[in-house]
Structures are given as C-alpha cells and as structure tokens.
C-alpha cells in the first residue's frame, strides 16, 4: 500500500506534464502562419524587431516568418507571386505595380518609418560637408526606380547638382554588395543603409557625412502591403499584424537606444551592442520611427511627386486605391 501510493503521485504527475504539454501543442497550433518579405535585414526597422522579439505577434495569434528579399522589386514579386502573405518595403512599389494594370494589387495598410534611413559615407573625411562637394565624384547609387535612388536624386537637384551630368553614378553593383564594393575601392562616395554605414566607419574605409534622411525631410519611406484579396480575405490576421507593429512603434517610442538594443540584439549577432545603440541613437535622433502605422495622405503625395521628378510615375494614383488605413487607425487608438 505504501508502495502504491508513490506510485500513484508518479502517474498523476506525469498526467499532468502531459496534459501541460498537450496544452502547449494546442496554443501554437492556434497560431496563423503568415510569411512576410522584407526588403532588407536593417536597424532602420527597429520597431519590426521589437514585435518579434517582444511575441506581440504571438499574442495576437500570428506565427510570422520573415524573408529578405533585397530589392523592393523581389518583395513585391514574392507578395503578387502568393510567396509571402504580406511585403515590406518602399511604397513605390505599390504604384509600379497598380500601374502594370494587376487586377489584384498590393495595397499599402501600415507605415513604418518615416524618412529615408540611409547615409551618405565619403572615403575621405570631410568636415562641414555639403552636397555640391560630390560635383565630378563617383558615388554608389541604388537601383534606377528604387526609393533610395529617387531620394538621393531629389536630394542632388535640391541641392543644385544634376544627378546624370554633376555625378558618376554608379548603379549596377547589387544592393546587397555596395558596401563591400566601396570598401574594396569603389567610389569615392556610397550611400548605404545601417549597420553597413557604421560597418565602414569601423573598417576605417569611409566617413559617414550626411543623412538622407534628414536632407530629404519626412517621406513614407517603408510600409507594409498585402494584395487585394488578401486583406478583404483576412482582416482579422491584418489587424493583428497591424496591432503587434503598433505595439513596436510605441515600445521604441517610449524606451531608451539602450533598452531598444538589449530587446532586438538577437537579430543582429555581428553588430556589436555598441554599435547597436550608436545606430538606433541615431535613428531616434533624427524621427525616423512614425509613432504610429497610419500612412499620412501628404507623404502619399510626396511619394508621387519624387516619382514624377525622378520620371518613374506620369500620371498620380488616388490615395484611396493604394492606401487603406482602416487597420492601422484601430491598432493607433
């Protein structure tokens, strides 16, 4: 009989890890996979990095993985391919594409950040920098009709420089190869997003001199998108979605580069936390985070005109075709 009874509490204990881990099985069985495709694996989207690494996506009942595309143009390929459920990337995409007369277009439903998250490194260092020095140098440039160019190119004739006579643009080194380029000899000048710009620095092999973020002023420079079909199909995995980017826009808003570098370390292993601070200080310096995801109607039409300067757009798309804020006014409140 005593020997039963040990017996007993063995049996009901293991019951009872197993019925917790049958628990466990269920809860992540409720979760929705949903793919997203990023442009690119960047601390200019800190906010993104909080909400994986805080599981607000869990807790709104999303299992996400995430893709690099490189290129907004291989995102939104993935988003109108049905390879990922929802893109992230410069909203010119979304217009190219509404463009090409695709009866189910990606529409824009969330805005991450709010001006142009690259720099301008120089090999040499340069002290009280101004545009008119890059007159007759070679400088890298992105991909022709990407928002990183058009950008740098709106910031070049702001300035009084014109981008195909004033400057040896380099554009056909691949987006994901610029920095390696430049620090092997390439240009005098590049323009790369973070932790590259830092990277440089560290190397010894540029100087970073200016930010097109702030020379450009605010521009919707990254947003997330989802065809057509698939928000009116899933709103409730959009709203989700929304609320858990939400929730990573006010946690960078209301914490310290410190505290903002501590939570999302695991997704950059090479960048040392130093620099991870050094980098999100700089960022938060300059407002580069929106507060919130909803996509402001003036920076939509900013958009359209640097696409019209920069000869990629002839005719503008209509707000309201493009852009549906509904998800993002309910994650805002």
């Known amino acids: 009989m005593k020997l039963l009874r040990p017996l007993a509490l063995l049996f009901l204990s293991l019951c009872l890890c197993l019925a917790g881990c049958g628990s466990k099985k269920t809860e992540k069985e409720k979760l929705v ?5 990023e442009v690119t694996h960047s601390i200019f989207y800190a906010p ?3 909400a994986i690494e805080k599981r607000y996506f869990e807790d709104e009942g999303i299992e996400l993985s995430v893709d690099t595309g490189f290129g907004a143009d291989k995102t939104m390929t993935a988003v109108i391919s049905g390879n990922a459920d929802i893109g992230f990337m ?6 190219y594409q509404y463009n090409e007369g695709n009866s189910d277009y990606a529409v824009c439903f969330a805005q991450l950040t709010q001006r142009a998250g690259n720099f301008l490194v120089s090999r040499e260092k340069i002290e009280n920098f101004q545009w008119k020095d890059l007159k007759g140098k070679d400088l890298i440039g992105g991909r022709k009709g990407g ?32 920095s390696g380029a430049f620090s092997g000899g390439t240009g005098d000048f590049t323009v790369e997003f973070e932790p590259n710009a830092t990277l440089l620095e560290n190397q010894g092999a540029g100087y970073v ?5 702030v020379d450009s002023g ?9 065809k057509k079909s698939y928000l009116k199909e899933n709103p409730k995995i959009i709203q989700g979605f929304t609320n858990a980017i939400a929730k990573g826009q006010t946690y960078v808003k209301q914490h310290s580069p410190e505290e903002i570098a501590e939570v999302i370390k695991d ?24 507060e919130t995801p909803v996509f402001s109607k003036d920076g939509f039409q900013l958009l359209q005109d640097i696409l019209m300067e920069a000869g990629e757009l002839k005719e503008g798309v209509p707000f309201s075709k493009l852009i549906d804020n509904s998800f993002a006014k309910k994650a805002a409140k």
């Open 33 to 37: 996979k949903v793919t997203l495709n």
């Open 48 to 50: 993104q990095y909080v």
């Open 90 to 95: 410069g909203p010119e995409a979304a217009v």
């Open 147 to 178: 928002m990183p160019q058009m950008i740098l190119e709106y910031i070049l004739k702001e300035n009084g420089l014109d981008p195909e006579k004033d400057v040896n643009l380099i554009q056909n080194i691949d987006f994901a190869n610029t």
């Open 209 to 213: 001199v200016a930010s097109l973020g």
């Open 218 to 226: 605010f521009v919707p420079y990254t947003a997330y998108c989802a």
């Open 267 to 290: 997704q950059f292993p090479d960048t040392s936390k130093k620099d991870l601070v050094k980098i999100i200080r700089r960022y938060k310096d300059q407002d580069t985070y929106k």
